[in-house]
């Protein structure tokens, strides 16, 4: 239960090993520190301050995904690890409900979407109508979009991504999460393809949605913003690459930290090939 995948800079991992101190670590979903890897050799690097006292009680990493609801990241901790979480996240239920929200068909504003119940949580908090016409037709159309997301059907999911991540612009809001995860997963698609303008397109959509979730200091938030700056590069928007690349180093001098092996040979060499450029 207390093992963690050893990894690389990229996610897949290609071991599971046993750190006793980092094992004293607890889950919080708003963790103040992290573990980094620089082959075997694990790290905890704190990436908020940290009161004095006893590790378990002031220093948490997290053992799920914080872009999850609280539903999912609750069971995931009850059947892995067999306990509930009550931290901040998990009893931010204003949070939690822009997780699965849409857009108000009048003002745009978030408007909560219950995803079993298909009904709308409450009125809006921009204009503050409840449920009339357009509400329905917009609520309607995000299931719609939803269950072809969600439910396997016979398209492959790269197809589908891609057809449907169009259309929710205008029904999804930027904070949803299905919406955050279709962004990403076409910005992926278009980087291993060479299609500059919609990887940027879509990685902008997906890099607002994990500030939010995972805060503006994160490694996944870094990673993003170097693929994000890639692409601006290979599109010729040499201001928006170098600001792109500019957070991420912010974010890395942090997390791993500048002396570490990743910061110095992984992603400097491509800090100053696109910094050159």
């Avoid at 990229?10 to 006793?20: A, C, I, K, N, S």
């Avoid at 500059?196 to 995972?214: D, N, P, R, S, V």
Wanted: proline share 3%.
């Amino acid at each position: 239960v207390n093992s963690f995948s050893l990894r690389t800079s990229t996610p897949e991992h290609f071991g599971t090993g046993v750190y006793l101190v980092a094992s004293l670590l607890n889950h919080s979903c708003v963790p103040n520190c992290t573990v980094v890897f620089q082959g075997r050799q694990l790290a905890v690097v704190a990436t908020k301050a940290i009161p004095a006292g006893d590790i378990p009680s002031v220093a948490f990493i997290t053992y799920v995904n914080s872009l999850d609801d609280t539903v999912t990241r609750q069971q995931q901790l009850k059947d892995t690890w067999h306990f509930s979480c009550e931290c901040a996240l998990c009893l931010d239920k204003k949070l939690d409900k822009q997780k699965h929200s849409m857009k108000c068909p009048r003002c745009a504003r978030d408007r909560p979407v219950d995803t079993v119940l298909w009904t709308l949580t409450d009125k809006c908090p921009g204009c503050q109508d409840s449920m009339g016409k357009d509400d329905k037709k917009q609520l309607a159309r995000y299931k719609e979009l939803y269950l072809l997301l969600t439910v396997k059907g016979e398209m492959e999911f790269d197809q589908v991504c891609e057809r449907c991540v169009g259309q929710m612009e205008d029904v999804y809001s930027d904070s949803d999460i299905l919406y955050i995860q279709a962004a990403h997963h076409v910005h992926s698609i278009a980087m291993d393809q060479g299609r500059w303008t919609t990887a940027t397109t879509y990685g902008e959509i997906a890099l607002i949605g994990y500030k939010k979730y995972y805060g503006q200091k994160a490694g996944l938030v870094a990673a993003l913003l170097v693929r994000l700056g890639s692409a601006y590069s290979s599109a010729g928007n040499v201001a928006q690459s170098a600001e792109c690349f500019q957070q991420a180093d912010q974010i890395y001098r942090l997390v791993p930290g500048e002396g570490s092996c990743f910061y110095n040979k992984d992603f400097m060499p491509v800090y100053r090939k696109y910094s050159d450029i």
